[in-house]
């Protein structure tokens, strides 16, 4: 369940980080201000691919919207600490353009690093009732 719930995390992570990271480089945008839309991104999406399963229950939007807040917040936070981390140590990584092979490779590596780190707080959150386990209940 663990794996699951962060591959989940993963992916609304993924979705904002690529699209931040593609758009802040793009429009040249320095390392800073590419770095918050991203982060910003990863958690909008994550918190709705989250959203769209609990309120497919029939949940109404403001309890859906706390259910997803209380369980993704810190496998969000986790998840894109470790993967900017990555990408910001990685030499040459903030530097790469959109056609630079070290671009995509750092991107997908860091995500992947991140969800090896994330998967066991989930699985300690999951553990104490929190996380993906307070989605459980909503998913069919």
Not at 14 to 21: D, R, T, V, W
Request: with cysteine; proline share 1%; hydrophobic share 60%.
């Amino acid at each position: 369940m663990a794996a699951r719930a962060t591959l989940h995390c993963l992916t609304g992570c993924a979705i904002g980080e690529i699209l931040g990271m593609v758009i802040g480089t793009a429009f040249g945008w320095g390392n800073v201000e590419t770095t918050v839309l991203a982060v910003v991104l990863a958690f909008f999406f994550g918190y709705a691919l989250t959203l769209r399963g609990i309120l497919a229950a029939g949940v109404a939007f403001k309890a859906a919207f706390r259910v997803a807040l209380a369980a993704d917040t810190l496998s969000i936070a986790v998840m894109e600490l470790i993967d900017n981390g990555v990408i910001a140590l990685w030499p040459g990584a903030m530097e790469a353009g959109l056609a630079d092979l070290l671009f995509w490779v750092s991107l997908a590596l860091s995500l992947a690093i991140a969800f090896v780190v994330t998967t066991p707080v989930n699985k300690w959150l999951i553990g104490r009732g929190k996380g993906h386990a307070v989605v459980h209940q909503y998913h069919h």
